[in-house]
């Protein structure tokens, strides 16, 4: 502090002895910088006029240039369009005579050449002709054409390759299949391409040919595209050129052609698509991506007014490469719905380097109508850029001499206005002549006199400043004391709430308003698994996934609308995976009462969680058995009331029941020994008549009475058969033997098998016996062999076969009745099947099943092949029985 004191009081003397003199270096002194700041001044003002001059004068010539060679290419267009409209008059022309005279041959003949050697196109037309649809003007011929070509003394020929059987012929040549879309009158240019049988490359005009709304062929004019060339080249372009696309961009014409105009050979590049001529020549790429881009507009332009349905077209798009499909298919719908470009410049651009003139030049592109050809003009700029330097070369000079005229004048006004005076003050100021510097002050009433003013007024107040320096140093040493006790004791409470926080099992952290962290503990870090510098200065969406960011952004907006502390539960991402903790927040205020960062404490609560879950779901769960426990009460408690209500009731049908099963038993019982009594009544009858026909046998018998004699002996033999399987249950029989059981039932169904042409076979074992009711063995059976006596045949077939099969295995009988009769389709087979097992129909089978179930805990199964075969399968259980 005193050696501060000492300087201030060195300053305040006003000895020049003291003060050491000063000379201002002249790169630093004032007329030297205002100088330097002057030229550059100047140097900007007319760097920037010429500039602007200079842009200003070369677009007013781009635009003259622009003008002209829009005004060039219209010229070309319109007179290459009278070219074109001409030929497509002279298409037109001959569509109507090929429509007129499409049975006349030899009037075709006569009238097609000469008028493709009239109109004065000789030179651009080289050939041309009709090209009838197979069968259209001769039904016995599928190619009649009549194509003419030039011959070698320039005369049209008439050529008949085209009609050659080999190949696929004109039908699908790419200037004849999409005429058949263009309506009457329109002409479809094609694609430039090179005639296979006069091997000139060249471009057709298609006129489609209709006869009462039917297409009936086309009418063509070829033009030679070294014709076309020469067409150009007798146009007068000032140092440009030009080059020609047809409406697929394939080259009719180019300026590199001219340097081959000696040789015999056309240009490999005509008929070729112009993306090929760029890629040996990449300097034009420039011109490829501008045709792209109006190409892309065309094929937006027409696809909104689309007359035609794609798929009306995919039959002829389908035979096309893919680039050119969705070309060809905007073509036909802009000539079908009216859609054509006008004779326009659609866009122009600078090529800043041209290959052919070496310097820059503007690219014009022009569309001509219904041809949907391209010309391309390239035109020089090299004037325009001569007069944009020269005039600003002039202009240039002008302003430099006028800026540094004036440079000079305002130098010398300004070091006589205010840098000659401020030099003064500066050498007064160093001298520490306050006097001079006070008189200059009165002197002068403008700027100076005020800032000599200004400094004589800060020289008395430091004086003062001075004086009162010195108490000023003695007050702060003695803050710096108190201050320095202050920070001792905050460290020392610092290093305590430290602890405190680090010894916490609680979550601490505080963040500020922008969400950075400021403190975290030591368990902050530890559950989070970080090192502190990478948590402190991070948001929570560096530390955290999204949604639990998220969840947190949400909290903080809470605390910082209400200014209250506030408790929420949210998930934390740690080691052992997400865990729920009680966050309370609050905010942190200044004391103007503004929130200048938010803290928050957290503690686990996953295991307070996890219990009071468990015991959530418990409470439900016997919440829900309660619920239930009544619900059962309350319905037993209506059930034991309707119980007690229908006892009487239940009793006296119970009996009834009893009743009912005891007449049904004793009826069952009954029924067999009712039929057995009835037969054997018959049975004597029979054996009486026979008897009685027997002893008339020695007089001479009849005919008719030998066939009675027959037909009561048949009959006496089918009531034994009869009523031997019909023995009644009472009867002491202890076995059934299956096989004469079923010997016997068979003789008795003889009459049935023989109306329907049906013979049977029987497999069982002479030994099988089974201790079973014959009259439930003849419920089963004899329903079986009916069921497939009415179902299994057709009644018009011979060799009708049934087969019985009875074995037995432990328990179990199993019965097999197969057929070879007319079979079961396989879905209605699955529905019988459905129908027996379910016991829902009231069918044959679907009842036995129900029998067999009931009395032998039987089952039915049915299994057939249509055509073949039909076999029911019973499976019986027996309690006992015998072989």
């Given at each position: 502090m005193m050696r501060v004191k000492r300087k201030y009081a060195q300053m305040g003397k006003n000895g020049p002895d003291d003060q050491p003199s000063f000379k201002t270096h002249w790169l630093n002194s004032l007329p030297f910088k205002f100088s330097i700041i002057q030229f550059c001044i100047v140097s900007l003002i007319i760097a920037s006029s010429i500039w602007l001059i200079l842009s200003i004068e070369k677009k007013h010539h781009q635009e003259t240039q622009l003008s002209l060679s829009q005004n060039l290419g219209l010229t070309i267009v319109a007179q290459l369009q009278q070219t074109t409209s001409k030929i497509e008059a002279l298409a037109a022309s001959m569509a109507s005579i090929g429509v007129t005279y499409a049975h006349s041959p030899t009037q075709l003949q006569q009238?097609?050449?000469?008028?493709?050697?009239?109109?004065?196109?000789?030179?651009?037309?080289?050939?041309?002709?009709?090209?009838?649809?197979?069968?259209?003007?001769?039904?016995?011929?599928?190619?009649?054409?009549?194509?003419?070509?030039?011959?070698?003394?320039?005369?049209?020929?008439?050529?008949?390759?085209?009609?050659?059987?080999?190949?696929?012929?004109?039908?699908?040549?790419?200037?004849?299949?999409?005429?058949?879309?263009?309506?009457?009158?329109?002409?479809?240019?094609?694609?430039?391409?090179?005639?296979?049988?006069?091997?000139?490359?060249?471009?057709?005009?298609?006129?489609?040919?209709?006869?009462?709304?039917?297409?009936?062929?086309?009418?063509?004019?070829?033009?030679?595209?070294?014709?076309?060339?020469?067409?150009?080249?007798?146009?007068?372009?000032?140092?440009?050129?030009?080059?020609?696309?047809?409406?697929?961009?394939?080259?009719?014409?180019?300026?590199?052609?001219?340097?081959?105009?000696?040789?015999?050979?056309?240009?490999?590049?005509?008929?070729?698509?112009?993306?090929?001529?760029?890629?040996?020549?990449?300097?034009?790429?420039?011109?490829?991506?501008?045709i792209d881009k109006i190409d892309a507009q065309f094929l937006k332009h027409a696809g909104t007014s689309s007359t035609y349905d794609p798929s009306q077209l995919n039959a002829l798009l389908e035979t096309l490469d893919v680039s050119k499909r969705d070309r060809l298919s905007a073509l036909i719908n802009a000539n079908a719905s009216g859609v054509s470009p006008n004779s326009e410049r659609t866009t122009s651009f600078v090529l800043d380097q041209d290959p052919l003139l070496k310097e820059p030049?503007?690219?014009?592109?022009?569309?001509?109508?219904?041809?949907?050809?391209?010309?391309?003009?390239?035109?020089?700029?090299?004037?325009?850029?001569?007069?944009?330097?020269?005039?600003?070369?002039?202009?240039?000079?002008?302003?430099?001499?006028?800026?540094?005229?004036?440079?000079?004048?305002?130098?010398m006004f300004q070091h006589r206005l205010f840098i000659k005076p401020i030099s003064k003050m500066v050498e007064s100021l160093q001298g520490g002549n306050i006097a001079k510097l006070e008189l200059t002050a009165n002197q002068r009433q403008d700027e100076i006199g005020k800032l000599a003013k200004a400094f004589t007024s800060r020289n008395q107040q430091l004086e003062i400043a001075y004086a009162s320096l010195d108490a000023g140093n003695l007050a702060l040493e003695q803050q710096l004391e108190m201050q320095k006790h202050a920070q001792i004791q905050l460290s020392k409470h610092k290093n305590q709430l430290n602890d405190l926080l680090n010894s916490s099992q609680n979550l601490i952290c505080i963040k500020n308003t922008e969400g950075l962290y400021t403190l975290v503990n030591d368990r902050f870090c530890e559950v989070l698994g970080l090192e502190r510098d990478k948590v402190i200065g991070a948001k929570d969406s560096d530390l955290f996934p999204t949604h639990i960011a998220e969840i947190?952004?949400?909290?903080?907006?809470?605390?910082?609308?209400?200014?209250?502390?506030?408790?929420?539960?949210?998930?934390?991402?740690?080691?052992?995976?997400?865990?729920?903790?009680?966050?309370?927040?609050?905010?942190?205020?200044?004391?103007?009462?503004?929130?200048?960062?938010?803290?928050?404490?957290?503690?686990?609560?996953?295991?307070?969680?996890?219990?009071?879950?468990?015991?959530?779901?418990?409470?439900?769960?016997?919440?829900?058995?309660?619920?239930?426990?009544?619900?059962?009460?309350?319905?037993?408690?209506?059930?034991?009331?309707?119980?007690?209500?229908s006892s009487i009731t239940i009793e006296k049908h119970k009996q009834q029941s009893l009743q009912l099963q005891h007449i049904g038993a004793q009826n069952h019982k009954l029924m067999p020994q009712l039929i057995t009594d009835i037969l054997r009544e018959q049975l004597k009858e029979h054996e009486l008549i026979f008897t009685k026909l027997s002893q008339d046998s020695a007089l001479p018998l009849r005919e008719d009475m030998l066939d009675l004699m027959r037909l009561v002996t048949e009959q006496t033999d089918k009531l034994r058969h009869l009523l031997y399987i019909v023995v009644p249950q009472s009867e002491a029989i202890k076995s059934v033997h299956i096989k004469q059981f079923l010997e016997h039932l068979l003789a008795v169904l003889g009459p049935q098998f023989d109306a329907c042409k049906v013979t049977s076979s029987l497999d069982c074992s002479?030994?099988?016996?089974?201790?079973?009711?014959?009259?439930?063995?003849?419920?089963?059976?004899?329903?079986?062999?009916?069921?497939?006596?009415?179902?299994?045949?057709?009644?018009?077939?011979?060799?009708?076969?049934?087969?019985?099969?009875?074995?037995?295995?432990?328990?179990?009988?199993?019965?097999?009745?197969?057929?070879?009769?007319?079979?079961?389709?396989?879905?209605?087979?699955?529905?019988?099947?459905?129908?027996?097992r379910d016991h829902t129909s009231t069918g044959t089978l679907a009842e036995l099943a129900l029998w067999l179930k009931v009395e032998f805990?039987?089952?039915?199964?049915?299994?057939?092949?249509?055509?073949?075969y039909t076999e029911v399968r019973c499976l019986l259980t027996l309690t006992d029985g015998s072989d």
């Amino acid at each position: 502090m005193m050696r501060v004191k000492r300087k201030y009081a060195q300053m305040g003397k006003n000895g020049p002895d003291d003060q050491p003199s000063f000379k201002t270096h002249w790169l630093n002194s004032l007329p030297f910088k205002f100088s330097i700041i002057q030229f550059c001044i100047v140097s900007l003002i007319i760097a920037s006029s010429i500039w602007l001059i200079l842009s200003i004068e070369k677009k007013h010539h781009q635009e003259t240039q622009l003008s002209l060679s829009q005004n060039l290419g219209l010229t070309i267009v319109a007179q290459l369009q009278q070219t074109t409209s001409k030929i497509e008059a002279l298409a037109a022309s001959m569509a109507s005579i090929g429509v007129t005279y499409a049975h006349s041959p030899t009037q075709l003949q006569q009238i097609v050449p000469a008028l493709l050697d009239t109109d004065g196109q000789q030179s651009l037309i080289a050939g041309g002709g009709i090209w009838p649809e197979p069968g259209a003007f001769d039904s016995s011929k599928l190619r009649d054409s009549y194509f003419w070509a030039r011959d070698e003394q320039n005369q049209f020929e008439l050529i008949y390759g085209y009609n050659n059987a080999n190949g696929s012929g004109y039908h699908s040549e790419i200037w004849y299949k999409p005429t058949r879309f263009y309506p009457v009158g329109t002409t479809y240019w094609s694609d430039a391409y090179i005639d296979p049988h006069t091997d000139e490359t060249m471009i057709t005009a298609s006129v489609p040919m209709w006869l009462d709304h039917k297409f009936i062929g086309v009418s063509t004019v070829d033009l030679a595209l070294s014709s076309l060339k020469s067409f150009f080249d007798k146009l007068e372009l000032h140092q440009g050129y030009l080059f020609a696309l047809d409406s697929n961009n394939n080259l009719l014409a180019h300026p590199y052609d001219a340097e081959e105009r000696d040789s015999r050979k056309p240009s490999p590049y005509l008929s070729h698509p112009f993306k090929q001529f760029t890629q040996d020549h990449p300097a034009y790429a420039s011109i490829l991506t501008e045709i792209d881009k109006i190409d892309a507009q065309f094929l937006k332009h027409a696809g909104t007014s689309s007359t035609y349905d794609p798929s009306q077209l995919n039959a002829l798009l389908e035979t096309l490469d893919v680039s050119k499909r969705d070309r060809l298919s905007a073509l036909i719908n802009a000539n079908a719905s009216g859609v054509s470009p006008n004779s326009e410049r659609t866009t122009s651009f600078v090529l800043d380097q041209d290959p052919l003139l070496k310097e820059p030049v503007l690219v014009s592109v022009f569309h001509m109508p219904r041809t949907y050809w391209k010309i391309i003009l390239v035109t020089p700029l090299s004037e325009v850029g001569n007069k944009d330097h020269a005039i600003a070369a002039k202009v240039g000079i002008f302003l430099l001499l006028t800026q540094l005229i004036a440079l000079v004048v305002l130098f010398m006004f300004q070091h006589r206005l205010f840098i000659k005076p401020i030099s003064k003050m500066v050498e007064s100021l160093q001298g520490g002549n306050i006097a001079k510097l006070e008189l200059t002050a009165n002197q002068r009433q403008d700027e100076i006199g005020k800032l000599a003013k200004a400094f004589t007024s800060r020289n008395q107040q430091l004086e003062i400043a001075y004086a009162s320096l010195d108490a000023g140093n003695l007050a702060l040493e003695q803050q710096l004391e108190m201050q320095k006790h202050a920070q001792i004791q905050l460290s020392k409470h610092k290093n305590q709430l430290n602890d405190l926080l680090n010894s916490s099992q609680n979550l601490i952290c505080i963040k500020n308003t922008e969400g950075l962290y400021t403190l975290v503990n030591d368990r902050f870090c530890e559950v989070l698994g970080l090192e502190r510098d990478k948590v402190i200065g991070a948001k929570d969406s560096d530390l955290f996934p999204t949604h639990i960011a998220e969840i947190i952004a949400g909290h903080d907006k809470i605390i910082a609308s209400t200014e209250t502390p506030q408790s929420f539960e949210q998930p934390i991402p740690t080691n052992q995976g997400e865990i729920t903790y009680l966050i309370t927040k609050y905010p942190i205020q200044d004391d103007e009462g503004h929130i200048f960062a938010l803290g928050a404490m957290a503690f686990d609560i996953s295991h307070i969680k996890a219990d009071n879950q468990e015991l959530t779901c418990k409470v439900e769960q016997l919440n829900q058995n309660l619920v239930h426990r009544e619900m059962q009460l309350q319905q037993l408690k209506m059930t034991l009331r309707r119980v007690e209500q229908s006892s009487i009731t239940i009793e006296k049908h119970k009996q009834q029941s009893l009743q009912l099963q005891h007449i049904g038993a004793q009826n069952h019982k009954l029924m067999p020994q009712l039929i057995t009594d009835i037969l054997r009544e018959q049975l004597k009858e029979h054996e009486l008549i026979f008897t009685k026909l027997s002893q008339d046998s020695a007089l001479p018998l009849r005919e008719d009475m030998l066939d009675l004699m027959r037909l009561v002996t048949e009959q006496t033999d089918k009531l034994r058969h009869l009523l031997y399987i019909v023995v009644p249950q009472s009867e002491a029989i202890k076995s059934v033997h299956i096989k004469q059981f079923l010997e016997h039932l068979l003789a008795v169904l003889g009459p049935q098998f023989d109306a329907c042409k049906v013979t049977s076979s029987l497999d069982c074992s002479d030994l099988l016996t089974l201790q079973v009711s014959p009259w439930s063995l003849l419920l089963l059976f004899y329903k079986l062999l009916q069921n497939t006596l009415s179902h299994g045949f057709n009644l018009n077939t011979e060799h009708n076969e049934i087969t019985i099969s009875v074995h037995k295995n432990g328990q179990q009988l199993m019965i097999n009745i197969k057929d070879n009769g007319v079979g079961i389709v396989s879905s209605h087979l699955e529905e019988i099947n459905k129908q027996i097992r379910d016991h829902t129909s009231t069918g044959t089978l679907a009842e036995l099943a129900l029998w067999l179930k009931v009395e032998f805990n039987g089952e039915i199964s049915v299994h057939s092949e249509l055509s073949q075969y039909t076999e029911v399968r019973c499976l019986l259980t027996l309690t006992d029985g015998s072989d």
